[in-house]
């Protein structure tokens, strides 16, 4: 005899396709367009909160053969930076007449517009990291990722600015470079910094390939070389909401220091309102994300 299909079994018939079509719109759109993996550095979790601590650079090698001894680097403790994993969920209610009716042929394009939704709200997550670069956004020494004042603890070390106001433009990526070559870890000890990667939102996307592109000089009529041509990697990221910021990043170091925490990966779950013959899907994921130390990026916060 044919099972009956009560409210109980239509969600667990529904579950499989809908989970198919979530899962699969969230990996199509993670892999298509996010930066998210691209700049942070990806971990998992198993703990209430992460902590991490930044370092001071090294000091150079000594002269093992002038002194016979081999001399130790005091390691000076820089500022704690803790992580805490935030919940993030949505749900979708499907009531049993209206998928029966199937009047508009809606139902098979929720779960994935979910899924969507979830690797949008994760890209936004990241982006806001760059959105809040200049203001309102405290990192480790309680000042945003991009100042002009950052501070060290180790006593003696002046403050140090990786931030400006310099509109993007071929000279102005020379002056950012070279500030960030010049940049010194928390000791004092520079620490050769490498920009080789432009940030950018839309509106500046084509500004900045002529400058890393072009091999002759751009904006100009002459033949001479451009000395930016093939430096840098170009990131063009559609969730930033100025049209005027950028940034350069040294992106080994950014790696190091740009931090995500998966503490539950992305998950579905079902659920039956049997009185109200409702199939219910939740998603959810919690993670945490931020920065433990600033010194592999320089923003501008420019105007135009």
Same mark, same amino acid.
């Given at each position: 005899?044919?099972?009956?299909?009560?409210?109980?079994?239509?969600?667990?018939?529904?579950?499989?396709?809908?989970?198919?079509?979530?899962?699969?719109?969230?990996?199509?759109?993670?892999?298509?367009?996010?930066?998210?993996?691209?700049?942070?550095?990806?971990?998992?979790?198993?703990?209430?909160?992460?902590?991490?601590?930044?370092?001071?650079?090294?000091?150079?090698?000594?002269?093992?053969?002038?002194?016979?001894?081999?001399?130790?680097?005091?390691?000076?403790?820089?500022?704690? /930076?803790?992580?805490?994993?935030?919940?993030?969920?949505?749900?979708?209610?499907?009531?049993?007449?209206?998928?029966?009716?199937?009047?508009?042929?809606?139902?098979?394009?929720?779960?994935?517009?979910?899924?969507?939704?979830?690797?949008?709200?994760?890209?936004?997550?990241?982006?806001?990291?760059?959105?809040?670069?200049?203001?309102?956004?405290?990192?480790?020494?309680? %000042?945003?990722?991009?100042?002009?004042?950052?501070?060290?603890?180790?006593?003696?070390?002046?403050?140090?600015?990786?931030?400006?106001?310099?509109?993007?433009?071929?000279?102005?990526?020379?002056?950012?470079?070279?500030?960030?070559?010049?940049?010194?870890? %928390?000791?004092?000890?520079?620490?050769?910094? /490498?920009?080789?990667?432009?940030?950018?939102?839309?509106?500046?996307?084509?500004?900045?390939?002529?400058?890393?592109?072009?091999?002759?000089?751009?904006?100009?009529?002459?033949?001479?070389?451009?000395?930016?041509?093939?430096?840098?990697? %170009?990131?063009?990221?559609?969730?930033?909401?100025?049209?005027?910021?950028?940034?350069?990043?040294?992106?080994?170091?950014?790696?190091?220091?740009?931090?995500?925490?998966?503490?539950?990966?992305?998950? %579905?779950?079902?659920?039956?309102?049997?009185?109200?013959?409702?199939?219910?899907?939740?998603?959810?994921?919690?993670?945490?994300?931020?920065?433990?130390?600033?010194?592999?990026?320089?923003?501008?916060?420019?105007?135009?």
């Amino acid at each position: 005899m044919p099972v009956p299909i009560t409210s109980q079994n239509f969600t667990s018939l529904m579950a499989p396709g809908i989970r198919e079509a979530f899962f699969t719109s969230y990996d199509e759109t993670v892999k298509r367009e996010s930066m998210v993996p691209r700049l942070f550095r990806m971990q998992g979790s198993t703990r209430q909160n992460e902590y991490t601590l930044s370092i001071s650079a090294l000091a150079d090698f000594e002269d093992f053969t002038a002194t016979g001894q081999i001399a130790y680097d005091d390691i000076s403790e820089g500022y704690k /930076k803790t992580f805490t994993h935030n919940e993030w969920t949505k749900g979708i209610r499907i009531r049993r007449a209206a998928k029966d009716d199937e009047m508009y042929g809606i139902f098979d394009d929720l779960p994935k517009q979910r899924g969507i939704a979830a690797a949008r709200t994760r890209e936004k997550h990241g982006a806001s990291i760059f959105i809040g670069a200049f203001a309102g956004t405290a990192g480790p020494d309680s %000042l945003p990722l991009c100042s002009t004042a950052h501070t060290s603890p180790v006593s003696g070390v002046a403050n140090q600015s990786n931030s400006g106001t310099d509109t993007l433009s071929k000279t102005t990526v020379s002056s950012t470079r070279l500030a960030m070559k010049k940049f010194y870890g %928390l000791n004092g000890e520079r620490i050769g910094v /490498k920009g080789d990667m432009i940030i950018v939102p839309m509106d500046k996307e084509e500004d900045s390939w002529q400058i890393i592109s072009s091999k002759g000089e751009p904006e100009t009529d002459n033949n001479n070389a451009n000395f930016h041509y093939g430096k840098y990697k %170009l990131v063009v990221w559609d969730e930033l909401t100025s049209p005027y910021d950028w940034w350069m990043v040294d992106s080994v170091l950014m790696k190091l220091n740009l931090l995500w925490f998966d503490r539950s990966k992305l998950e %579905l779950n079902e659920d039956t309102a049997f009185n109200t013959y409702e199939a219910r899907y939740s998603a959810y994921m919690r993670y945490s994300y931020g920065w433990r130390d600033y010194i592999w990026v320089h923003g501008q916060n420019a105007t135009s």
